[in-house]
């Protein structure tokens, strides 16, 4: 782990946030992770690099130890890629980290994430303690139409299916207890490894952390775009199953949310 050179605690700890905020990054990816780093910086926000695993080249003996592809495969119906596995693998051990240091809990940033002032109040209010897991960032989602106040300006709404996107999430150590338990081994991509309404999880609304807007390929997509198009057709004995059932209800009664502009302006 690295820490930004603002690390040294101010007098007036209120300056600071509660809990760590955490980089996924490459070590490889200086430039990548460079405007996030300004931007942090910019704020007053301290931060730590939690460099992840690069799997553009494939996975060493020991990490494909650790990961189940047969079960990967039948989870996502096509073959996830290296660059998948290790993008998971690089979110556990920040999973790890929280549980390893005992801490309360940790907010999570991927390199490419976009925040804004909006962002650096919402980590110095302290808000997201109340929560098992908040997602800063997220795709279409379906949740549960009874708002939880956050702060001036923003709400909280517990999910009612796990949307995608792992841009920018905080978690608190229950939480990151059950994604490792979840990840071991690794045999799904990082967002999600289970259903997160599972957890108590829930959205902010608006959001607070955006990601590049679309036609900007992060490391993952290239790998997996030459793999989508062996994507089965989903097979029909998903109907026989108490998961299928209890989605397709819940996204009956939820309201659905989709991908907005964040604030990071």
Excluded at 13 to 41: K, N
Excluded at 174 to 202: F, I, K, S
Aim: with cysteine.
């Amino acid at each position: 782990m690295l820490t930004n050179s603002q690390s040294t605690p101010s007098a007036d700890d209120m300056t600071q946030p509660h809990w760590p905020i955490r980089i996924i990054t490459l070590e490889s990816d200086a430039a990548r992770r460079a405007p996030l780093m300004q931007r942090l910086d910019e704020l007053g926000l301290t931060y730590e690099l939690s460099f992840g695993i690069d799997g553009r080249a494939g996975l060493s003996p020991e990490l494909e130890a650790r990961i189940d592809r047969v079960a990967a495969d039948r989870r996502r119906l096509r073959p996830l890629t290296d660059a998948e596995f290790a993008c998971s693998m690089s979110h556990r051990k920040i999973y790890e980290t929280i549980i390893a240091r005992n801490e309360p809990g940790c907010i999570v940033l991927e390199d490419d994430a976009q925040v804004g002032p909006a962002f650096a109040a919402f980590v110095h209010s302290g808000a997201y303690a109340e929560f098992p897991m908040l997602l800063l960032d997220y795709g279409a989602a379906y949740v549960w139409r009874t708002p939880v106040p956050l702060g001036p300006g923003l709400v909280a709404h517990r999910l009612a299916q796990t949307p995608d996107l792992a841009t920018g999430y905080t978690l608190d150590r229950t939480a990151a207890q059950a994604l490792l338990r979840a990840t071991d081994p690794v045999c799904n991509v990082a967002d999600w490894p289970l259903p997160l309404e599972d957890l108590g999880a829930a959205l902010v609304m608006p959001r607070l952390v955006g990601h590049p807007e679309k036609g900007v390929l992060s490391n993952i997509d290239a790998a997996r775009l030459i793999l989508e198009a062996q994507r089965r057709s989903k097979p029909r004995t998903r109907y026989l199953t108490t998961a299928y059932w209890r989605r397709f209800w819940a996204k009956k009664r939820a309201l659905r949310l989709r991908d907005g502009p964040a604030q990071t302006g």
